[in-house]
């Protein structure tokens, strides 16, 4: 990016752009994490036979009645079934001799087994450099750090989980190839619902797979900094300053976002100022999350490839989707670009009934940038979307008034309906005021 642009942006957005939101890695917190490392081949599955050890507090009961004691005493295979109950632990599950481990609460009623931070805390479930382990069936709440989380591995699955008030992430996977995120839910986070970054290239790529899960409550709902060959389908993102934010990051490697799916999900609602009020999580105004323009369903920051087709977006106050180049990315501007993008086939507005202030928002940055949408959509610059190859039509102005629109100054751009229809099961939010 030209220097005078960015000048222009740090006079637009000086509390967004601060110097620290671009230094901060994601996921950083008191505890020093693993080095990333390339997690190669996937680790041979072990053979049996395999052992069960169950842990509940009642003594005599069960083999353990500590989590960490059971993770300690299993090897590669085996099964620790945990009992409904509060553990205040922390459980690292580490290297390759805990591959393939399960790690089994109550996977119909996760919030029966509770994990639930002490003192300085960082993790409710850590893994590293284990492939394939599964964590079924837990409720993680106040970590300092993330609810569950895993690096540094090929192949994991975390599913029938739940986290709340963790401090950066409530399911978060980083430097992973492959793995899923199933049938969870993740609210009043401190930074991201749902977090997939740093995807390792891969000439073979192996999807990774989030399927009916729920993100809301938060800065972001599913947040992506440099995540690649991701599908996200069957969910619901809503309730948060910004719904799926796929987005380029000095801070991480491999950039940009690539090739990754978003189909048939539903995002709306997303206009939650978490700036104002009494937000139930500690706001962070030095994070990347602080960017975030509130009342968006999709906002991608710089990105190839990728696809937003089939999906319900409706409700957010700015804008459904939104495309720009990746104006944060300063050491690889090679991939800083939009480029190749499709968004395609998406329903806006619920048939009128609750828009989105602009259904497309994009100011022709890139090339191959697809967007096809119906006669009704609204969009704020349709120069932008009139062609499929090829450069498309790129407007200074249009692109300021996108830059002016970071984190809370968003405001000024909302074009706010009276309400929203009822939806049984789900009230709206804008500002937390317990």
Aim: with cysteine.
């Amino acid at each position: 990016m030209e220097e005078n642009t960015i000048r222009n942006m740090l006079r637009l957005a000086p509390v967004a752009m601060m110097a620290a939101a671009l230094l901060v890695p994601a996921g950083a917190s008191a505890q020093t994490y693993p080095a990333p490392k390339d997690p190669g081949k996937v680790q041979p599955k072990p053979k049996g036979p395999h052992k069960t050890y169950t842990v509940c507090h009642k003594k005599h009961a069960c083999d353990f009645r500590s989590i960490q004691k059971a993770v300690n005493k299993a090897r590669a295979g085996d099964t620790i079934r945990v009992r409904n109950g509060v553990y205040r632990e922390a459980v690292t599950i580490n290297g390759k001799g805990k591959r393939y481990l399960r790690l089994v609460g109550n996977a119909k009623k996760p919030r029966k087994v509770v994990l639930l931070a002490k003192g300085n805390m960082q993790n409710g479930v850590f893994i590293n450099n284990a492939d394939k382990v599964t964590v079924n069936g837990f409720f993680a709440r106040n970590y300092k750090g993330n609810g569950f989380f895993v690096t540094n591995a090929n192949g994991y699955t975390f599913t029938h989980l739940v986290a709340k008030q963790t401090g950066v992430y409530g399911l978060y996977a980083f430097n992973t190839i492959g793995g899923k995120m199933l049938h969870s839910e993740a609210y009043y986070v401190n930074d991201g619902a749902f977090y997939i970054g740093q995807t390792p290239p891969q000439d073979k790529p192996v999807q990774s797979i989030v399927r009916d899960v729920d993100g809301w409550g938060s800065p972001i709902g599913f947040s992506a900094t440099n995540m690649r060959y991701v599908t996200i389908t069957k969910s619901r993102f809503y309730n948060n300053g910004v719904g799926i934010v796929p987005n380029a990051l000095d801070s991480e490697k491999f950039p940009p976002p690539e090739r990754n799916v978003i189909v048939d999900n539903d995002i709306f609602w997303n206009n939650f100022n978490f700036h104002e009020g009494h937000p139930p999580f500690h706001v962070n105004d030095q994070a990347t999350s602080a960017l975030v323009p509130i009342g968006t369903g999709i906002v991608f920051i710089g990105g190839r490839q990728n696809r937003v087709e089939n999906n319900r977006i409706y409700g957010n106050y700015l804008g459904g989707v939104a495309g720009l180049d990746s104006f944060l990315l300063k050491q690889h501007p090679e991939a800083a670009s939009f480029d190749g993008n499709i968004v395609k086939g998406n329903v806006f507005g619920l048939n009128g009934t609750d828009k989105n202030g602009y259904d497309i928002v994009y100011a022709g940055q890139g090339s191959d940038n697809c967007f096809t949408v119906a006669p009704t959509d609204t969009v704020l610059d349709r120069n932008a979307i009139g062609t499929c190859t090829g450069k498309n039509v790129f407007s200074q102005s249009t692109y300021n008034t996108m830059l002016s629109w970071a984190g809370a100054n968003a405001k000024k751009g909302w074009r706010q309906p009276l309400g929203h229809p009822a939806k049984k099961g789900y009230k709206p939010l804008e500002v937390f005021n317990p």
